[in-house]
């Protein structure tokens, strides 16, 4: 039960981390001005309708061990990893905050992944896996998008 329990509490880790993102990509979608306005307030939208379903995944996988999902914007901001971003309204300074954004959630997300390998928690070790494969390619992207001329 303590080793369930240490999964339980890192997800919902996770699950707050993926809360703020999410704010934060609704953030970026809102407010973004400039040259790429049309490109990124699409893509925000995309990334933010994403990440609405990962954190029903997340919430309802600490659900099946049994635990209790963290729901309040404190628990949130308390937990989270990934930081709050307010008033970003360029294309850079948005799109590096997805970025650092994934890069947090990824450092997170692997360390549950050698934990729930080591534990044989097959339901939250598959997860992990699909959210870090997805987010590595994410994060290859955004660096590629930062990095245009």
Avoid: C
């Avoid at 306005?37 to 600490?62: C, G, M, P, T």
């Avoid at 994934?102 to 044989?120: A, Y």
């Amino acid at each position: 039960m303590k080793k369930n329990k240490e999964v339980i509490d890192r997800l919902n880790v996770v699950l707050s981390s993926f809360q703020i993102h999410y704010q934060n990509l609704r953030g970026f979608h809102w407010n973004i001005k400039g040259s790429h306005f049309f490109e990124l307030h699409v893509k925000f939208e995309e990334w933010y309708n994403d990440s609405q379903i990962k954190i029903d995944l997340i919430a309802e996988r600490i659900l099946m061990l049994s635990g209790r999902p963290l729901h309040t914007f404190e628990d949130y901001s308390t937990n989270s990893l990934v930081p709050i971003y307010k008033d970003i309204s360029d294309s850079n300074g948005s799109m590096q905050g997805v970025l650092d954004s994934i890069s947090l959630l990824l450092v997170q997300e692997r360390e549950l992944l050698r934990l729930t390998d080591e534990l044989e928690d097959e339901g939250t070790n598959a997860l992990m896996s699909e959210l870090i494969t997805e987010q590595e390619k994410l994060k290859w992207m955004l660096a590629a998008w930062l990095t245009r001329g």
